[in-house]
């Protein structure tokens, strides 16, 4: 039987084994290849994508256990790379290699989907959850900074 | 002048069909306009390798360089279009082809890229852009020097007549290329110079950007690979039949690599990766491990520690240091360490190759398209010209991905099994089977005699990366990287004692700079210390006739205060470098609360020659900075001849919340570039711990270092 999601949206029929970590099944199976394999334990983030709009890392979660969810991926957070916080990513200019990102993004949209004005606690223990090899920390520090303090 | 590159210049209308290039991403950028990196499809008539031109006036501008995080792709166009006259905001930028012949070298390594490409970019653009004119001036028939070109268009000086570069391109191209064309002043820049938005951050930011792990290529295999855990161990047995009866698996078999050596693996062969994985974790594997087991970080230190009285190599010398610590009063000593280091990309270690009676074809994310051009094409015993290279974004490389081992596995099971392979490496991999940044023990002698820094000793007893393997038992040049030898000391000594050992080690951010300069710069704290002065006066003193680091001490000074009265519950150290031309200082600012020791701010000066991106020099210095602390406050183990850290669990990378402060500036300069890849990263381990030497009194002399343990 086919494995039923609801990946940004829309429903996707896959032919992947259920107990696939969710993951494996976005990239390979979706082709969604923005949620990154950084780690496979749940440690870097940068598998992260939206649960219901919490985030989660997809490494770790089998497959199963998303169905029923909304899934949300870095592609299915705007339609023109122009959500507040892509927005503020591109001002502030913070990628570099680039590859942790989407998990950096997503966990930020969480941060102020509920909380448009985080405290600076709540966005280190947010953002804390995405590790970064470039070192682009101090510039994500801008840009929610700059994005919640308007 | 790379004439030799100019003089193949040949109209050439590129079509789709000509330039079958991977495509690494198409989004709207932030402007709204597509953005496709790909130069396939592109239009136009090629003015030299590196610059189109369409008809309408539309200008391509190609990088060669690969993209791994640290701008390029934005800043060689960047260099073209300020000589070519054109507005920056109005070109496309495209990667090139993998294509030394056509291109030049595209290894990205060592900050060498704007460095070694700055002048050459420069004739590139400033040619072009004088056939342009000598075109438009023959057609009006006046003299070209009565012509000038801006933004795109080439414009007569007294009749006001203009024309636009699309009108020109067709003649231009067929010109001859000027061997020597006028270069603008650096007065004059109007792009090099300015922060300009980075093209390639918008793909990296809805999740469009094309990594090598992402590429899909029809009819590939997943592959993960089981290695031996101590490096050099050779496979006995393994349970080839149990695993192919496993869900997707479609090969199990023996593979190999070279990384200073041969390598083996057993390879699982699978129709998605999961399956491969899963297969792989089945596996049973009975290594022959060589006695390797007896081998630990604790039996590696005291070996090194057996030879600190070994003369070793001299490396450079002044004066007669030997004579000077061997007599009278006022020689200190000290022995500092630091542990191996893994690289750590973001992007696991990955490739794929597809290996066919017609040749091969590679897809990945590699610092090295040629030396993986040449290597398949040798291993695989084809000419070069039939190995196909398609190089993509980079996940982070930090030295790791100049090494070709991970496309060797591709090519080999892909040639073994008949399809295309894509081998992943997981991230337990990538941290445990190297190559790393090598170990090291630092001995440092000096000698104080009234206030004066008399004689210095730095021995550096470690592996060298360019000699692993074969006879050569004498330590070279290479491991005394970053020793600084500028300090006007009249008995200076440098040598090194080689170490040769079955841990491969490799290439890794600012390479030997990232721990010589830890032992040599807190050494310097340790002489001014002995000799009763402040640190930086100190330096001051035994750099007079050297300006650039006068210039980034002096500045740092003001820059921080330094000259500020000690407060209680605060330390602040001092350190200098150089990295591939670029001359820096830092201070690291450390305070006391609540019994807790905290890392404030990190502040670097640099001089590091005319900035192009000044904006992404300032990135990469923020990126060398945490992975100069991240490397202070961790780092890898040996324990039974095996890494004992297996993922960011042991082995952690610094995170958001970590982070201090982190304030860079760049000096105003004139000069031409130096490297911006590494700067900062040298520093930061001496500037730390110089930093808690000043907040409580003691020195620390090995790394990692943990500043919970701090009292």
């Known amino acids: 039987m086919p494995l039923k999601l609801n990946i940004n949206q829309q429903t996707y029929e896959l032919d992947a084994d259920d107990d696939m970590p969710l993951l494996w099944v976005i990239r390979d199976f979706a082709k969604l290849t923005g949620t990154k394999f950084g780690c496979g334990i749940a440690q870097c983030g940068s598998c992260t994508v939206l649960l219901d709009n919490a985030p989660i890392k997809s490494c770790v979660l089998p497959a199963s256990a998303a169905v029923g969810k909304q899934i949300t991926t870095i592609e299915g957070i705007s339609e023109n790379n122009d959500h507040p916080v892509q927005q503020a990513w591109i001002e502030e200019q913070v990628p570099q290699c680039g590859y942790c990102q989407s998990g950096q993004i997503l966990t930020a949209v969480a941060l102020i989907e509920g909380n448009p004005q985080p405290s600076d606690e709540e966005i280190e223990t947010a953002m804390n959850a995405v590790l970064c090899r470039c070192g682009t920390y101090p510039r994500i520090k801008k840009a929610i900074t700059k994005m919640t303090r308007k | 002048m790379n004439t030799h590159s100019l003089s193949r210049r040949k109209f050439l209308q590129v079509s789709a069909s000509s330039s079958v290039l991977l495509a690494v991403g198409c989004t709207p950028g932030s402007t709204g306009k597509p953005i496709n990196l790909s130069s396939e499809g592109m239009t136009g008539a090629s003015i030299n390798q590196f610059i189109t031109i369409a008809t309408d006036g539309a200008v391509t501008l190609l990088n060669h360089r690969p993209e791994m995080g640290q701008g390029v792709f934005q800043s060689i166009p960047m260099i073209l279009a300020e000589e070519l006259a054109v507005d920056v905001e109005e070109v496309e930028i495209k990667q090139s082809e993998a294509d030394p012949e056509r291109y030049g070298r595209q290894m990205v390594v060592g900050s060498h890229s704007i460095q070694n490409e700055f002048h050459k970019m420069r004739m590139m653009g400033a040619a072009a852009k004088e056939m342009l004119i000598q075109t438009a001036a023959d057609r009006w028939q006046v003299a070209a020097a009565e012509c000038y070109a801006e933004k795109g268009r080439v414009i007569h000086n007294s009749s006001s007549r203009s024309a636009n570069y699309g009108e020109l391109v067709e003649d231009a191209s067929k010109r001859t290329a000027p061997t020597e064309p006028a270069l603008k002043s650096p007065a004059d820049f109007e792009i090099i110079g300015q922060s300009i938005p980075r093209r390639d951050i918008p793909l990296k930011t809805n ?113 007669d240091a030997d004579g000077a610590l061997s007599a009278g009063d006022g020689v200190i000593e000290a022995a500092y360490v630091t542990p191996y280091q893994a690289h750590v990309p973001m992007e696991p270690m990955n490739a794929i190759v597809s290996v066919t009676s017609e040749g091969a074809e590679f897809w990945g994310s590699t610092q090295n398209p040629n030396g993986t051009r040449s ?271 297996q993922n960011f669990h042991t082995y952690p990378l610094l995170r958001y919340g970590q982070c201090p402060e982190i304030e860079t500036f760049i000096l105003p300069s004139s000069a031409d570039p130096d490297g911006a890849g590494e700067s900062g990263l040298p520093t930061v381990a001496p500037a730390l711990t110089n930093a808690l030497f000043d907040l409580t009194g003691n020195r620390i002399r090995k790394l990692p270092l943990s500043l919970e343990a701090l009292v």
């Open chain 2, 207 to 319: 999740g469009a950007a094309i990594y090598g792990i992402d590429v899909d290529v029809p009819g590939m295999l997943y592959a993960s690979v089981e290695r031996s855990p101590v490096f050099v161990g050779t496979i006995k047995e393994y349970n080839r039949e149990e695993v192919m009866k496993m869900p997707g698996v479609r090969h199990v078999l023996k593979t190999e690599r070279d990384l200073f050596g041969r390598r083996e693996g057993i390879a699982v062969l699978a129709d998605t990766y999961w399956a491969a994985f899963q297969g792989r974790k089945a596996l049973k594997v009975e290594w022959d491990t060589k006695g390797m087991e007896s081998q630990s970080s604790e039996t590696i230190a005291s070996r090194y520690m057996t030879q600190a009285d070994d003369e070793g190599t001299e490396l450079f010398s002044r004066g």
């Open chain 2, 375 to 645: 290597y398949l094409a040798k291993i695989l015993d084809i000419p070069e010209k039939r190995v196909k290279i398609n190089y993509t974004l980079m996940g982070g490389g930090f030295g790791r991905r100049s090494r070709t081992d991970v496309a060797e596995e591709a090519a080999r099971l892909s040639q073994a099994v008949g399809a295309p392979v894509k081998v992943i490496w997981t991230r337990e991999d990538d941290q445990t089977q190297g190559p790393f940044r090598a170990c090291s023990l630092n001995l440092l002698k000096g000698k104080v005699t009234g206030g004066q820094v008399e004689a210095l000793e730095h021995k550096v007893i470690t592996q060298e990366i360019r000699n692993q393997t074969g006879d050569k038992m004498e330590a070279g040049r290479q491991i005394m990287g970053g020793v600084n030898t500028h300090y006007s000391i009249p008995n200076l000594s440098v040598r090194g004692v080689l170490q040769k050992h079955y841990i491969p080690i490799s290439y890794w951010r600012a390479v030997y700079h990232s721990t010589n300069p830890f032992a040599h710069e807190s050494f310097i704290d340790e002489l001014a210390v002995a000799a009763g002065k402040d640190p930086l006066d100190l330096r001051l003193e035994l750099l007079q006739d050297h300006p650039r680091f006068r210039r980034v001490l002096e500045e740092v000074r003001v820059l921080t205060d330094w000259d500020r009265q000690k407060v209680a519950g605060k330390g602040r150290g001092l350190a200098i470098a150089e990295r591939s031309g670029a001359h820096f200082a830092m201070v690291v600012d450390v305070s006391r609360k609540a019994g807790k020791v905290k890392i404030d701010r990190i502040t670097t000066v640099l001089d590091l020659g005319i900035c192009v991106n000044p904006d992404t020099v300032r990135a990469q210095t923020e990126g060398s900075v945490i992975m100069g602390l991240t490397a202070a406050l961790y780092g890898l183990t040996i324990e039974n001849g095996a890494i004992k850290e």
